[in-house]
């Protein structure tokens, strides 16, 4: 099992960047693909970005392609969104999470991911 605590939400002008920090405990943390979501007032949970299990494979929404890019350390247990060029409809909580099977490529799948953390606040405005 992995507890996920986000960090690194906040508010920020259109066209700024935020750094979003996910850090897992537990000795197991190279075990899982990361993945991150975001949910937004009176809308569903949408899929924003993977990462397999070393690093090397990554997964994007179109939406975020491009803008946003996912990493992880594995000797520090977090992984991390760098999101640049934000725009107000990337207003959301965003949420990481952990998926421990083994798969040939990170997946996008909600269903998929185990474990969750609690989010964190996103706010770009106008």
């Known amino acids: 099992q992995v507890q996920l605590v986000e960090s690194g939400g906040g508010l920020v002008q259109a066209g700024g960047s935020l750094r979003l920090s996910c850090a897992a405990s537990?000795?197991?943390?190279?075990?899982?693909?990361m993945g991150w979501f975001r949910q937004a007032p009176g809308k569903e949970r949408e899929f924003v970005a993977s990462?397999?299990?070393?690093?090397?494979?990554?997964s994007y929404a179109d939406s975020v392609k491009g803008r946003f890019t996912i990493s992880r350390d594995n000797a520090k247990n977090t992984v991390y969104l760098q999101m640049n060029s934000l725009k107000p409809e990337d207003t959301a909580v965003y949420t990481c999470?952990?998926?421990?099977?083994?798969?040939?490529?990170?997946?996008?799948?909600?269903?998929?991911?185990?474990?969750w953390g609690q989010g964190t606040q996103v706010t770009v405005s106008s």
């Open positions: 999470a952990a998926d421990p099977t083994p798969r040939w490529a990170p997946t996008s799948r909600g269903s998929d991911y185990d474990y």
């Open positions: 537990g000795r197991t943390f190279s075990r899982y693909t």
């Open positions: 990462i397999n299990r070393s690093g090397s494979i990554t």
